[in-house]
Every structure is written in structure tokens, then in C-alpha cells.
């Protein structure tokens, strides 16, 4: 896990482009704390900051990295790359470092980004620049779990690029207008969404999508990969994925909640430190660290005061906003002082086997959902989903409102899945590419990377969710498993009482004081909100209690972030 930046310009590279390169490496060194590099040619000045999780000690796994034809930066982790390294091997290509870095380079410098692309599993954002042809690519992991953003003046001809906005609006521009639709999608879905940030002319490079640009062309992007239906085993399939994601040459955390999601990866995983923050599933994480003999760190949000300071510390170092962003990062700072470097988390799981009643099963059986139940959730499925995803539209007004036409999928950049895939995977697949893609990863990332620590999410391998979304409602949800049928019958197998599983579905909870004083802190940034002109609520229509609760969660978060950045100057509002 590092962190990349970047300039490139069509015309050549201007004299101070380096210094700003470095400047961005400096912004991000949270994200690779253990050391900093720089190349450059006449075009490109590329920067790169590592935290050295894959063959720490050798000097020659960093980066920038250089081949033949190519330089690269990249941030993230390829899991397969010791069967690459094989393939590398009976092609005689030499290979001096036990890390992945060195693997990617040589992939793509023996079989073209491309094909090398398709062969890799992963989750990364890489800039890979071709020397002789002065093309750059910005490419993203198929899920979205590794951030990349840019900046690109075509009257200019610049493209300025790194893993935060922070490091991109601190560095090339004393001053940023506010980008009133990424802050209307920051309150409709909770983090600014498809390619918008908060900062006018800073977006992200979306999943799955590679972008290019050379001296005679401009800026042009595509999408590099969608899922594919698939027959594999789904049980063979969940343990591959979490058990590739295992190694790594550092000590590793597990995320462990007590739920059925983290219980399977931790037993796969099996002789990982858990860390657990405290909750009503204490007990429950408790019982599976005894069983499977491995040691529990319970830690505590224990003031209102502890989340501000989570909200500053995330708004600060990302540049983005986020409401349930201190979760995270209070999880990530313990386990960081315990002296880890790299985390499992089990993002992603639930949106992706039908873990949440609020995703709809169009095909299932009605023998699996309470028969007084079955004809208003079919008949209303579809609108609840959406209801439960985004905000009602009624509940706030921003700086930017949609119009009639306005699309989700258009939007969020949300491509379709081919048509033998069953149709509640429709609904899973949206909820992989906006809530999970632009709230849940952005989130983990920006927190965990702000205290150094890598993350990785083994339910959101790529070939495990072309598993799991080729499997139909059926397959996932039973009468008498319920939800999340696939792992709950290997936590069975692995010898678990049905105590783990056979229990209401609980979620995060503070302690009453701390509830108490954040409440009252994110009604007062309700009205500095309603007073800055960023906001206003209406009367609500659809989910009144939810959208309210939520609505001041936000507020609170995007009043620390006006904190940072608007009160600085550094944003100028409409």
C-alpha cells in the first residue's frame, strides 16, 4: 500500500514540476511512510511513497520502477503475483526482489499493460508509462478499492494525478471552487460519487477503467473489464480468495466483528491478531477468537471528541468527506499501535450475498420470506432498494439539484452485467458500484492509510464476485440458513455453533453518551450549514427517521471538512 502522484504534460514538463511532485509525495506520506521516490523524463515527472508491506528491506521493490519500456507506479497489492512470478521464470525473465512491484512491471513490460491486466488479481491503482512512446496510463482495480484522482487542463495540456485530492489541491492550485454535484451525491449517498470529488476539476478515475493520454492526444478512457458469468464452486471460491490475500512479509490484523462475515475470514485466515471495537457483538467476537485460539484486542470510541478528531484527521489527509469514516479510523489507529502494517476487512459481503433485507430477490422462493411479507416486498422491492441506498431527494437541498433525467447509473458511471446473470445480481452489482465503491472502500482506505495501515477485502476479489453474482436468490438465501447461505454453511463445516449465525442482524452501536454529544455537535452543523448556504432540509416523505439521522451525520462530517478547506480558502463556495 503506497501512495502515487504525478504531472504530465503534452508540451514537455514545466521547471518546478518535480518540486510539486514531491510536494504531493510529501502530502501523502501517511500512505507510504518507509520511503519516497521521483523519476522523470521530458513529459512526465512521476512520484510514488512506499509503505513496504512485500519484501520490506530489499530497496530494489521501490518505487518509481523502471523496465526496459516501462516506469511504474503503483499502489496496492498484486495477490497472484507468485504464479506470475512462474510465468515470468519459464520466459527466463530475470527477477532480483520477492515483490509484487517488480512482478507487475515485468508482466506488463513482457505482455503489454493490457494482457498484463487481464492477468492480474488485485486490488491497485497504477500509473504505468510507456518511455519511447510518451504514453501514460491511469488504471484502477476492477472493484474500486484502490483510490486514483487526477486533475487535466486540455488547454493546457496538463494531467495532474495522485491517490488523494488533498495531495492535488494543496500542491498545483492555491484555490479550488466547490463542486456542487459531488456535494449533492456526498449527501444523497454518503461520500461525493462517480467521478466527482468536492474540489471543481479534481475526479477519480472510476473501477475498472484505464486512461490515456500522449503528447499529440488528449485524454481518453475506457473500461477494461465487466463481470462474467461463472459456474464455479462458490465454497472453493470464498476460501481461495480470502486464504490468496494472506501473505504478506509483515505481521497481519483481522477486522473482526463478531458477525458471520469477519468469523469466516479470521478462520481462514486463522492465525491472525483480531481487533475488535466494542459493541453488542462482543461476545460473539470474543467466542470465535477462543475458538480458534488467537489473540482479541477490544478497543472503545469513548468520547464525541474521538470522532471529531477522526473526521479532521480523514478530511485533512484525503480531501474527501466522509460520515462514518471514525468507525475506521479508530480501528485502524489500534491496530496500528500494536505495531501491524496490514488488516482483512470484510467489505463487501453483505452487499454481495444478499446480507441486507433491503436488496431484492426477485426469484426467490416464497417459502423463504414470511408469506404476509411476500407480496408488498416483491411489488415494492425495487423503489425500498433505492429508498435505502440514496436519500430521499425530498429530505435536502443542495447547491445542485438533478433534473427529471437525472440517472444513478449515468451518473456513478455504473456499467450493466450481461444478461445470463440473474436478476437480483442487477441490484447486488448496483450496490457494489455505489455505496461500497464510492462510501464503504474510499472510506477504509482513507482511514486505515491515514495510520499507515494496508487493508485488504478479500469478499471483493473479482472472481469471488463473479461467483456470487452468477448464483440466483436461492442459492444465497434458505428458510432455514436465512441470508448469506454460502458462509454460514462453511462456518458449520468449520465446526461453529449455529449461535454465530441463528441471531438478529446487529450493527455498530456508540455508547448513549457518545451518541448523545455527536448528535448534538451534527445538529449544530446543520445550521452553520443552512447559515454557509451548502444546505436545507425539507419535510420528508420516505423514511423521515433515517434520512434525518443520516442527514446530520453528514453535516457533521462536511462541517469538519469546511473546517479544512473552505475556512482555509482553499475552497471558494458558489
Known amino acids: 500500500m503506497c501512495g502515487i502522484a504525478g504531472i504530465f504534460r503534452t508540451a514537455g514538463v514545466w521547471a518546478p514540476d518535480r518540486e510539486l511532485v514531491e510536494a504531493m509525495n510529501r502530502h501523502q506520506a501517511d500512505r507510504g511512510p518507509d520511503s519516497a521516490g521521483v523519476w522523470m ?11 513496504a508491506i512485500m519484501d520490506p528491506l530489499n530497496a530494489a521493490a521501490s518505487q518509481p520502477y523502471v523496465t526496459e519500456n516501462w516506469v511504474i507506479s503503483f499502489n496496492g497489492e498484486i495477490y497472484n ?4 512470478r512462474e510465468t515470468l521464470r519459464a520466459r527466463h525473465i530475470p527477477l532480483e526482489t520477492d515483490s509484487d512491484t517488480e512482478v507487475l512491471a515485468k508482466s506488463i513490460e513482457l505482455f503489454g499493460l493490457d494482457a498484463a491486466l487481464e492477468k492480474l488479481n488485485g486490488m491497485f491503482a497504477i500509473a504505468a508509462y510507456e518511455k519511447r512512446a510518451r504514453r501514460l496510463h491511469l488504471v484502477r482495480d476492477r472493484l474500486g478499492i484502490k483510490p486514483l484522482y487526477f486533475f487535466y487542463d486540455p488547454a493546457e495540456g496538463v494531467l495532474v494525478f495522485a491517490s488523494t485530492p488533498a495531495a492535488i489541491a494543496r500542491t498545483f492550485r492555491k484555490r479550488w471552487d466547490l463542486d456542487v454535484r459531488g456535494l449533492y451525491s456526498f449527501f444523497s449517498l454518503g461520500a461525493p460519487a462517480g467521478t466527482h470529488t468536492l474540489f471543481e476539476g479534481i475526479t477519480r478515475v472510476l473501477p475498472a477503467q484505464k486512461l490515456t493520454i500522449e503528447p499529440d492526444r488528449g485524454l481518453e478512457g475506457e473500461t477494461y473489464w465487466r463481470p462474467r458469468f461463472t459456474g464455479s464452486d ?8 480470502i486464504a490468496l490475500q494472506k501473505e504478506s512479509h509483515v505481521p497481519s490484523a483481522v477486522f473482526l466483528s463478531g458477525g458471520v462475515d469477519s468469523s469466516l475470514m479470521a478462520s481462514v485466515l486463522s492465525d491472525v491478531t483480531c481487533f475488535h471495537l ?19 484486542k477490544v478497543g472503545r470510541a469513548d468520547a464525541a471528541d474521538d470522532f471529531q478528531s477522526q473526521l479532521r484527521l480523514y478530511s485533512r489527509s484525503s480531501g474527501e468527506v466522509s ?3 471514525p468507525i475506521p479510523s479508530v480501528v485502524s489507529g489500534l491496530i496500528a499501535q500494536s505495531g501491524f502494517k496490514v488488516a482483512f476487512s470484510a467489505n463487501g459481503a453483505d452487499e454481495l450475498f444478499h446480507g441486507y433485507w433491503r436488496t431484492p430477490t426477485p426469484e426467490l422462493r416464497p417459502d423463504c420470506i414470511p408469506a404476509v411479507f411476500y407480496e408488498k416486498y416483491v411489488e415494492d422491492a425495487a423503489a425500498h432498494h433505492t429508498n435505502h441506498i440514496f436519500r430521499n431527494p425530498a429530505a435536502f437541498k443542495t447547491l445542485y439539484s438533478p433534473g427529471e433525467d437525472y440517472s444513478v447509473q449515468e451518473e456513478y458511471g455504473i456499467t450493466g452485467l450481461d444478461a445470463e446473470f440473474p436478476e437480483s445480481a442487477r441490484y447486488r452489482w448496483l450496490e457494489l458500484m455505489s455505496y461500497v465503491a464510492f462510501d464503504l472502500n474510499p472510506t477504509l482506505d ?11 477485502v478479500p469478499f471483493l476479489d473479482h472472481e469471488l464476485v463473479e461467483c456470487a453474482l452468477s448464483m440466483d436468490a436461492n442459492q444465497l438465501v434458505a428458510a432455514d440458513f436465512g441470508r448469506k447461505v454460502p458462509l454460514k454453511k462453511l462456518l458449520r463445516k468449520y465446526g461453529f455453533s449455529p449461535m454465530l449465525w441463528n441471531r438478529p442482524k446487529a450493527g455498530f452501536s456508540l455508547p448513549p ?32 427517521g433515517r434520512d434525518v439521522q443520516y442527514l446530520h451525520w453528514a453535516a457533521g462530517a462536511l462541517a469538519v471538512w469546511c473546517d479544512e478547506w473552505v475556512d482555509s480558502g482553499r475552497v471558494q463556495l458558489p
Open 323 to 325: 460520515a462514518s469514516s
Open 513 to 544: 453518551e457518545v451518541a448523545f454529544d455527536r448528535r448534538r455537535s451534527a445538529i449544530q452543523a446543520v445550521d452553520r450549514l443552512r447559515e454557509m448556504g451548502m444546505l436545507s432540509t425539507e419535510k420528508l416523505e420516505k423514511n423521515p
Open 81 to 84: 503475483f507468485r504464479a506470475l
Open 446 to 456: 482513507f482511514s486505515s492509510m491515514a495510520s499507515s495501515i494496508e487493508v485488504r
Open 41 to 51: 523524463d521530458d513529459h512526465l515527472v512521476l512520484g510514488h511513497t512506499r509503505l
Open 234 to 241: 462458490i465454497a472453493e471460491q470464498i476460501v481461495s480468495s
Open 278 to 296: 466494542d459493541s453488542e457483538e462482543r461476545e460473539y467476537a470474543e467466542y470465535v477468537a477462543n475458538f480458534l485460539g488467537v489473540e482479541l
